[in-house]
């Protein structure tokens, strides 16, 4: 089928230590991680990946994704699998080619709408068996000034670098029927605690906004 895969899917950030190019030592690098659950077991021939703008405004700077790490679910372990680590190409308009600083704001966001009807990225993943697929980001290549910035580096990509992966091209497997959705369970709920503090006779508890405090007559 050349319809995108549906999927339940989960994404979050992630940590992965690198090694600092400039420091030369090891550093908690940011990653972009997102589960697809696909609730019956499907054969993948290929994935999709589109930048997009998110957390980045003025300009609004599209995602910049330089390496992905794709990975299935061994339902005997519970681990995940590293099947494919896949370079991507640097567009050298998202880094500021055809841009200068004397343009406007919506100058700049014209440059980079026409960039993202275009861009997209294919991984051939050849008729890749699984029901669950994780795909992380851990690198991303520089990308053009802007006022939402919130990394800088390249071992810091934006949290939604891979939140528009996709699986294009794909077939169901005979005999393989659908699962039900999981129910959604309920939130954290309100309700009342109990609080006593230290036995010694005087100590006071008091409340801070969100967190209760005990102090020891003692000042210990």
Avoid at 17 to 33: D, E, F, W
Avoid at 48 to 58: D, K, N, S, T
Avoid at 79 to 106: A, C, F, K, S, Y
Avoid at 206 to 215: C, E, G, M, P, Q
């Amino acid at each position: 089928m050349n319809s995108v895969l549906t999927d339940q899917s989960i994404h979050h950030a992630g940590i992965k230590p690198v090694v600092h190019p400039r420091l030369k030592t090891v550093v908690n690098g940011q990653t972009a991680v997102r589960y697809m659950r696909f609730l019956r077991p499907v054969a993948i021939d290929q994935l999709e990946l589109r930048p997009q703008v998110h957390g980045r405004w003025i300009p609004s700077v599209p995602t910049h994704p330089a390496h992905l790490i794709i990975s299935v679910l061994d339902p005997r372990t519970g681990r995940w699998n590293t099947v494919r680590e896949v370079d991507l190409p640097r567009d050298p308009r998202i880094e500021g080619r055809g841009l200068n600083q004397r343009m406007t704001i919506q100058q700049m966001d014209a440059h980079f709408e026409r960039v993202l009807k275009d861009l997209k990225h294919v991984i051939r993943l050849g008729g890749l068996k699984t029901d669950h697929l994780r795909v992380e980001c851990d690198r991303e290549h520089p990308v053009w000034p802007n006022h939402g910035e919130c990394n800088g580096e390249v071992e810091l990509p934006a949290l939604w670098a891979a939140d528009d992966a996709g699986c294009l091209s794909y077939r169901l497997l005979e005999g393989a029927p659908a699962r039900a959705t999981p129910a959604s369970s309920a939130g954290i709920g309100r309700g009342f605690i109990r609080v006593t503090g230290p036995s010694t006779a005087g100590s006071p508890i008091t409340r801070r906004r969100v967190r209760l405090l005990a102090k020891s007559v003692s000042g210990l």
